[in-house]
Structure formats: structure tokens, C-alpha cells
T-cell receptor, first 117, second 116 residues
């Protein structure tokens, strides 16, 4: 079990540029989540996938944000026309879904820290 | 209204002492799960312990235990015999609902500092 992997670890870009982050979940996990965390706060939910289906999106996910999980394995989160307010840590997590047990813990990656200049 | 409330922004504790981190939650759903995560300065979120709303006993995992008081909607984390490596941010979190629910709501965290 190699854990949840995120790439890149850090991204610095100019305002207005597009950025894309990748997340590789734990291999047997069918659920994948994206969160955003700003300094001094807890993570805030953005969206989640069960297999390749995107089942829930937060109102925090504006039109400039898009997430995909085309084959039900890795996922990408793209931010278009970045703004300074997008500067944050973007965390990916995965979990398994076993029968009716809905309370499996989510296992997090190390995150991608985005800095907008 | 806040779903998860952590009233202690920061705590200092002497090494080897026990420490309790407070967490209260708000939900009208009878089915929910409560989680505690640790986030060291390196940034990764480490799952510590889980308590289900229907669990009869308080959860324990090594030096971590969860003091679950359902009527008070309280889920405090107790760390016994604290160690220097316990210094980190600690987040209480909740997931509401049954099998179709997956979003986790986090509190604002408590920064724990262990003094040698």
C-alpha cells in the first residue's frame, strides 16, 4: 500500500494561468475526494467521485474549477484563469466503500501547495 | 451554524502528561461518523481514530481514545502519555448520513505543542 500520491507537491504560477493537479488514490479505493485548505483552517470539501462518477460538488467549486476521474483510478483537478484567492493547499483523499459501512476513514495525500503570484 | 466546533486554538502540554482536545458537533442526522486527524508541520493529514454514532463503546487506538458523549454532542480526543512527536494540528471531523454520504466536515483545528 503506497498511500495517496499527489503531484506536484508545490506549484507557483502567475495569476491568469491554468494549473492542473494529479491524484493517485490507494489502489483498491473506489472513492476519491478533493479538499482545499487555507492557512489556519481545516480542509474544505470540493468534490468527490465514486469510481468515475462525480457524485457531489461543493458550491466552492466555481466554473473555473473542473475535476475528472476518467477511468476510475487517478483524478485531475484543473483551475483555469487562476486568481490570488486560489492560493491554498489542495488535498486529495481516498476511501473504500464496503457494503453498507459508510464510515470508512478517508486517507489523505500530502497535498499540492498552490501559490499564485 | 458551525457543524464542528473546536474551541481551543492552541494548547501547551508537558511531555508525558495526558491531554484532552475538545470537539462538539451539530447534526440532526441519527447516522454519522466522527473522525480525528493529525496534521504535522509537514502537511500530511494522518487519520487517528473513528467513532460511529451507533457505537456503544468509546473508540481507542493505542494512546488515542475518543470520549464520545452522544447526548452532549461531544467527541473529545484524549492522548495519553504525550510525546514530543505529538506536536501538530489536530482536526475533528464529521460525516453525516448513510451509505450515500461521503463529504467530511472539518473543524478549525487545535494546535498542540508538547513541552520537553
Amino acid at each position: 500500500d503506497t498511500g495517496v500520491s499527489q503531484d506536484p507537491r508545490h506549484k507557483i504560477t502567475k495569476r491568469g494561468q491554468n494549473v492542473t493537479f494529479r491524484c493517485d488514490p490507494i489502489s483498491e479505493h473506489n472513492r476519491l475526494y478533493w479538499y482545499r485548505q487555507t492557512l489556519g483552517q481545516g480542509p474544505e470539501f470540493l468534490t468527490y467521485f465514486q469510481n468515475e462518477a462525480q457524485l457531489e460538488k461543493s458550491r466552492l467549486l466555481s466554473d473555473r474549477f473542473s475535476a475528472e476521474r476518467p477511468k476510475g483510478s487517478f483524478s485531475t483537478l484543473e483551475i483555469q484563469r487562476t486568481e490570488q484567492g486560489d492560493s491554498a493547499m489542495y488535498l486529495c483523499a481516498s476511501s473504500s466503500q464496503r457494503g453498507l459501512d459508510s464510515n470508512q476513514p478517508q486517507h489523505f495525500g500530502d497535498g499540492t501547495r498552490l501559490s499564485i503570484l | 451554524a458551525q457543524k464542528i466546533t473546536q474551541t481551543q486554538p492552541g494548547m501547551f502540554v508537558q511531555e508525558k502528561e495526558a491531554v484532552t482536545l475538545d470537539c462538539t458537533y451539530d447534526t440532526s442526522d441519527p447516522s454519522y461518523g466522527l473522525f480525528w486527524y493529525k496534521q504535522p508541520s509537514s502537511g500530511e493529514m494522518i487519520f487517528l481514530i473513528y467513532q460511529g454514532s451507533y457505537d456503544q463503546q468509546n473508540a481507542t487506538e493505542g494512546r488515542y481514545s475518543l470520549n464520545f458523549q452522544k447526548a452532549r454532542k461531544s467527541a473529545n480526543l484524549v492522548i495519553s502519555a504525550s510525546q514530543l512527536g505529538d506536536s501538530a494540528m489536530y482536526f475533528c471531523a464529521m460525516r453525516e448520513g448513510g451509505s450515500s454520504a461521503s463529504k467530511i466536515i472539518f473543524g478549525s483545528g487545535t494546535r498542540l505543542s508538547i513541552r520537553p
